[in-house]
Nanobody
Framework: QVQVVESGGGLVQAGGSLRLSCTAS????????MAWFRQAPGKEREFVAA????????YYADSMKGRFTISRDNAKNTVYLLMNSLKPEDTAVYYC???????????????WGQGTQVTVSS
């Protein structure tokens, strides 16, 4: 049974930083793409970042480029999202997900975590 568990969310002031972690079990972690999405109240789930399993290539939504960094540690079955220069509009539930390949569409991903809340105060 595949399990995806996020952690690291919380309340932070604008301009601050947070690092989210996501651990996946029950699959061959080194052979799956990993991604982060987020969803704010009343909005659709939005792509944040993704990292491939084969090349380690990373992909970011335009609004996150230069502020967010996705990385993975295959030995720990963990993917990270370092978020710097946070803005109030970054407030959302952040979800971690696995897939066969990187994609900007949530429909391409298979296993999802429960999400972790990130709140950025102004």
């Amino acid at each position: 049974q595949v399990q995806v568990v996020e952690s690291g969310g919380g309340l932070v002031q604008a301009g601050g930083s947070l690092r989210l972690s996501c651990t996946a079990s029950g699959l061959t972690f080194s052979r799956v793409a990993m991604a982060w999405f987020r969803q704010a109240p009343g909005k659709e789930r939005e792509f944040v970042a993704a990292i491939s399993w084969s090349t380690g290539n990373t992909y970011y939504a335009d609004s996150m480029k230069g502020r967010f960094t996705i990385s993975r540690d295959n030995a720990k079955n963990t993917v990270y999202l370092l978020m710097n220069s946070l803005k109030p509009e970054d407030t959302a539930v952040y979800y971690c997900t696995t897939g066969l390949t990187t994609s900007l569409s949530p429909k391409s991903y298979v296993h999802w975590g429960q999400g972790t809340q990130v709140t950025v105060s102004s």
